[in-house]
T-cell receptor, first 113, second 114 residues
Framework: GENVEQHPSTLSVQEGDSAVIKCTYS??????FPWYKQELGKGPQLIID?????GEKKDQRIAVTLNKTAKHFSLHITETQPEDSAVYFC????????????FGKGTHLIIQP | DADVTQTPRNRITKTGKRIMLECSQT?????MYWYRQDPGLGLRLIYY???????NKGEISDGYSVSRQAQAKFSLSLESAIPNQTALYFC?????????????FGPGTRLTVL
């Protein structure tokens, strides 16, 4: 089955700096790569996703890049703000997530004031 | 997301007890999922359902069973709870019929098995 590795497990950055979280996947048939943000005491919430036919996608301060050849994808957050502090999960799936998602172990992002 | 509700939010039980966790959604989505979250391990898929008549095992289904009573309700049961089933459990939904992939998660149920 699919295996998703996520790094780093903890990331501390100064407010206003950029943060990058990286993930690798094992199954070359995977075609859907979402990123979720989980705040304390809440369920994960989708922040951005990308499909295998696209190399990059942006939404305001958030961007995701995908390298199919190397089987890795990354989340980029620019101009970080205190409200960006949370746990972030990457995930991968075949069939667009219909059969469920395989998640990475998560990155605890800490924004230092 | 308030459209996906889970009950109870917290539950403490003893080894060997039967436990049912419930999930309800008002989104009208056809697909529903149960995930388990353990500290440092991310979320892992337990079961998923395409509709009332279609139930599928996920990565870690052993020790669990599910029931899709209606399109809006999907229950997870632990027939005989054991301590290593202590975890945070999430229900999720997606609207596959309309071609969207986003999964919407409930607030979670924290289960402790003593």
């Amino acid at each position: 089955g699919e295996n998703v590795e996520q790094h780093p497990s903890t990331l501390s950055v100064q407010e206003g700096d950029s943060a990058v979280i990286k993930c690798t996947y094992s199954d070359s048939a995977s075609n859907y790569f979402p990123w979720y943000k989980q705040e304390l005491g809440k369920g994960p919430q989708l922040i951005i996703d990308i499909r295998s036919n696209v190399g990059e996608k942006k939404d305001q301060r958030i961007a995701v890049t995908l390298n199919k050849t190397a089987k890795h994808f990354s989340l980029h957050i620019t101009e970080t703000q205190p409200e960006d502090s949370a746990v972030y999960f990457c995930a991968a799936s075949k069939g667009g997530g219909a059969d469920g998602l395989t998640f990475g172990k998560g990155t605890h992002l800490i924004i230092q004031p | 997301d308030a459209d996906v509700t889970q009950t109870p939010r917290n539950r403490i039980t003893k080894t060997g007890k039967r436990i049912m966790l419930e999930c309800s959604q008002t989104k009208g989505h056809d697909r529903m999922y149960w995930y388990r979250q353990d500290p440092g391990l991310g979320l892992r898929l337990i079961y998923y359902s395409f509709d009332v008549k279609d139930i599928n095992k996920g990565e870690i289904s052993d020790g669990y069973s599910v029931s899709r009573q209606a399109q809006a309700k999907f229950s997870l049961s632990l027939e005989s709870a054991i301590p290593n089933q202590t975890a945070l459990y999430f229900c999720a939904t997606s609207d596959w019929q309309r071609g969207t992939d986003t999964q919407y998660f409930g607030p979670g149920t924290r289960l402790t098995v003593l």
